[in-house]
Nanobody
Framework: QVQLVESGGGLVQAGGSLRLSCAVS????????MNWYRQAPGNERELVAG???????KYVDSVKGRFTISRDSAKNTVYLQMNSLKAEDTAVYYC???????????????WGQGTQVTVSS
């Protein structure tokens, strides 16, 4: 059973920083993309940052220069360092990974349970 467990959310003042972590556990053959999404009340879920094997990280324009995604492949863990946080960053943040559980299966999307990030202005 593949699980994605997020941690690191919380309440922070505007201008502050938080670091989110997402650890993938279970029987895994390979992980290609690892991403962070967020969803604020009344909004659609949006891709915040993503990393793929051999590719450059990608960011939504609103977080460029403030957020950094990184990945520890040995630990099957992805991080999101969030600096200079703004009130508009407030949302539930979700970890997403594209995983193959065996050589004979197609990759599919797996999601974490979400972690709340609240930025007070």
């Amino acid at each position: 059973q593949v699980q994605l467990v997020e941690s690191g959310g919380g309440l922070v003042q505007a201008g502050g920083s938080l670091r989110l972590s997402c650890a993938v556990s279970g029987s895994i053959f390979s992980i290609t993309d690892m991403n962070w999404y967020r969803q604020a009340p009344g909004n659609e879920r949006e891709l915040v940052a993503g990393t793929s094997l051999g590719g450059s990280p990608k960011y939504v324009d609103s977080v460029k220069g403030r957020f950094t995604i990184s990945r520890d492949s040995a630990k099957n863990t992805v991080y999101l360092q969030m600096n200079s946080l703004k009130a508009e960053d407030t949302a539930v943040y979700y970890c997403n990974a594209k995983i193959r559980v065996s050589p004979s299966t197609f990759r599919r999307d797996y999601w974490g349970q979400g972690t709340q990030v609240t930025v007070s202005s």
